[in-house]
């Protein structure tokens, strides 16, 4: 969950006269190439999964928590996620409301952030999600934290869901590929002190001169 920097806060007290709906960014694009040569011709939000295209899950999760409002970030095969979601149901769909946003020129989810601020289209809290999330959780808890939270600390701009893995019996690895991520949170405040390469043994140094 995110602040937009420079909107206008919007809060469930009972005084609040403008009501904003609960919007999410949906990366359509995971800016990677692990899941080549399969994603040369295909995106990996199409890939199948029993059976069902990976970002229909994402879309009904995000359905069933309550969310209002999708801009569906397309880049690389941006036309086959369009034509896609276009002859889907998720067009049709009266409380949900699902818009595409295509770009040719982004090379990462900053570029993508970037031109989506830049549109204006997001007016409050969201949630930024890629297009190949299967989940079944519920964000009630996650959304009421991160607000709670903002409320206390007007730095608070984000608040980030993540979950530990078991690590594979064969590879020994809980990520696809090489890379392991590294993660530090405070155990009393939550706050994220460190995310990066677990091989990165320098940011490890100085967070641990930190203390």
């Known amino acids: 969950m995110v602040h937009r920097k420079g909107s206008t806060r919007v809060s469930e ?3 609040e006269l403008v009501r904003v709906p609960l919007q999410a960014i949906l990366l359509a694009d995971s800016f990677a190439q692990k899941f080549r040569p399969i ?3 295909r995106p990996k939000v199409l890939l199948p999964l029993v059976n069902v295209p990976m970002i229909d899950y994402t879309l009904g999760w995000l359905e069933s928590a309550g969310i209002e409002e999708v ?3 397309c880049c690389a095969h941006s036309k086959q996620v369009i034509k896609y979601l276009e002859n889907s149901h998720w067009f049709s769909l009266q409380h949900f409301e699902v818009t595409t946003i295509e770009s040719h020129n982004s090379v990462c989810a900053g570029d993508a952030l970037h031109l ?5 289209v997001i007016h ?3 949630v930024l999600v890629t297009g190949d999330t299967v989940s079944n959780m519920s964000l009630t808890q996650a959304l009421q934290e991160h607000k709670g939270r903002r409320k206390k600390d007007n730095n608070a701009v984000m608040t980030m869901v993540i979950k530990r893995s078991k690590p594979s ?3 020994h690895q809980s990520r696809l590929g090489t ?3 590294f993660m530090a949170i405070d155990p009393y405040t939550k706050q994220l002190l460190y995310y ?3 091989a990165d043994r320098k940011g490890l140094y100085l967070l641990r001169k930190c203390y």
């Open 13 to 15: 007290d009972a005084e």
């Open 39 to 41: 994603t040369l011709e």
């Open 71 to 73: 801009f569906v970030f």
């Open 116 to 120: 989506i601020y830049e549109r204006h």
């Open 124 to 126: 409050g809290d969201f």
């Open 169 to 171: 019996l064969i590879t």
């Open 179 to 181: 890379d392991e991520l």
């Open 196 to 198: 990066g390469d677990k």
